[in-house]
């Protein structure tokens, strides 16, 4: 049976400022004042009366608060003991009311509230001790403000900046600490786990992978972070995988797509990397009727890296001419003219760097143009990771492993929301995985290299 309602205690208000006396401005400049001067013993006007009632407000609301916490605790021991407050102990006995625990101060919002939870004593031992829920033991702040706690700290806020700033918020005594984004961080581990055990059940055209150092750990060899993105049937891109290896070896990143094919995903029709190794013995041999596109950008500071500064300029805008060519074949006439200005300043081993793996950096033509921007880069995993790295750098933090994977998942998570779909919307997407062919980005339909019957008519527009 419900227990019947109490109205709560009326709140006392404050007493409202004094108003001044009006006096008329104008009598006062006409008659001087010839009274003998006299000790002014009456209180000091208020100019304003606005801060006045901002306070009265706050005190309103944080004591209103505190008394509904209060009513809400003795609520729960009352359901816990089976009986009200002064009411007969009958035979199914829970215990006593053992006055009230020390007084706490709870962070509500941007205020705090001091609160005294009560106790319950002499529990029979068949039943389990009373413990409240709605006020748990070391918890002094609400779920609210700890996720608004979560969200400035991914956002780049320092841990060590909590306290001076939320000070001003909560109070000198409010109970705050840097060590509460610590505890924060074991709830990123758990989503973590579950996210990283999730079966896939989506299909993904095209896949994005790239080692990511971040400087972590005490190890002479610094953690890589191995991530891959992939783009699902509506365009949108979504974070696949995250792990920590080492280097970016064939093993690391063989077990990363291994766990990828065990938890439900199909090979991808391309995957864009950088020129590592490891990856593309990988995918040979895990999902070898994937195709491969080399990233171009890095393509290009290969290229740069091999000639004079003074030639950088000129080549940099002689690359990009090369792979922006509407077609296979006149990217392949730019690219010869390239390595003949190549030659013909000498720079034999740049020009042929430009030759090599040139079929994995023309695969893109393959596929539609709309998609080309997107698919002759890695640039989704290294966009991605520049907003990661702002955020990191705020504080020197990352010094473990897990603790940084942990934090770099969750910032990675925030920063997915605004990832820019693929172009060509989902009619494209469509088509693609319906198997559709494309040659230099434009659509071929399936009957365009059918024969003809001998007999068969074709209508001419």
């Not at 004591?63 to 916490?69: C, D, S, T």
């Not at 020197?396 to 770099?408: C, E, G, H, P, Q």
């Not at 990675?412 to 997407?429: A, F, S, Y």
Request: charged share 30%; glycine share 6%; with cysteine.
């Amino acid at each position: 049976m419900a227990a019947p309602y109490h109205a709560p205690e009326p709140i006392a208000f404050p007493a409202p400022p004094p108003e001044s006396s009006t006096v008329d401005a104008s009598a006062d400049e006409a008659a001087p004042d010839t009274s003998e001067p006299t000790s002014d013993t009456s209180e000091p006007t208020v100019p304003s009366s606005q801060p006045a009632i901002s306070e009265t407000l706050e005190e309103l609301a944080r004591e209103g608060a505190r008394r509904m916490l209060e009513r809400a605790l003795h609520s729960e021991v009352d359901g816990y003991l089976g009986r009200r407050r002064y009411d007969r102990v009958d035979d199914d006995f829970a215990g006593y009311r053992n006055g009230y625990a020390r007084e706490r101060e709870i962070s509500i919002g941007t205020w705090s509230v001091e609160v005294r939870p009560p106790r319950v004593a002499d529990s029979p031992g068949h039943i389990p001790p009373f413990r409240s829920s709605i006020l748990p033991r070391g918890r002094n702040l609400t779920y609210p403000t700890q996720r608004l706690f979560a969200r400035l700290y991914l956002e780049g806020m320092s841990s060590g900046d909590f306290e001076p700033a939320f000070r001003e918020l909560l109070g000198h005594r409010a109970p705050l600490s840097s060590s509460t984004i610590l505890r924060l961080k074991e709830d990123w581990r758990t989503e973590y786990t579950v996210w990283r055990t999730r079966p896939i059940t989506e299909r993904y055209a095209y896949c994005w992978a790239d080692g990511i150092y971040l400087g972590v750990g005490t190890e002479v060899e610094h953690s890589c972070l191995l991530v891959v993105i992939g783009a699902r049937a509506d365009g949108r891109k979504e974070l696949l995988a995250m792990e920590l290896g080492y280097r970016e070896s064939t093993n690391s990143w063989a077990d990363v797509l291994r766990d990828l094919r065990d938890r439900g995903l199909t090979a991808p029709m391309v995957a864009v990397g950088d020129g590592a190794l490891g990856l593309w013995a990988a995918l040979r041999e895990v999902f070898p009727e994937t195709a491969h596109q080399r990233c171009w950008n890095h393509k290009a500071m290969n290229l740069t890296d091999k000639v004079p500064k003074r030639l950088q300029p000129e080549l940099r805008h002689r690359l990009r001419a090369v792979w922006n060519a509407p077609s296979r074949r006149e990217c392949e006439l730019r690219r010869d003219e390239l390595a003949q200005w190549l030659h013909g300043r000498g720079q034999d081993p740049a020009a042929e760097t430009l030759f090599r793996d040139w079929d994995d950096l023309t695969t893109f033509y393959d596929y539609p143009a709309e998609h080309w921007i997107h698919l002759r880069t890695s640039n989704p995993v290294e966009s991605v990771f520049a907003g990661v790295r702002l955020r990191t750098n705020v504080s020197k933090r990352m010094r473990r492993r897990d603790s940084a994977l942990y934090l770099v998942f969750k910032i990675t998570q925030r920063l997915e929301l605004g990832w820019r779909p693929l172009n060509g919307g989902l009619t494209l997407m469509t088509l693609l995985l319906r198997g559709a062919r494309f040659v230099d980005g434009i659509y071929i339909p399936a009957d365009a290299d059918r024969p003809r019957d001998p007999g068969e008519e074709v209508s001419v527009a």
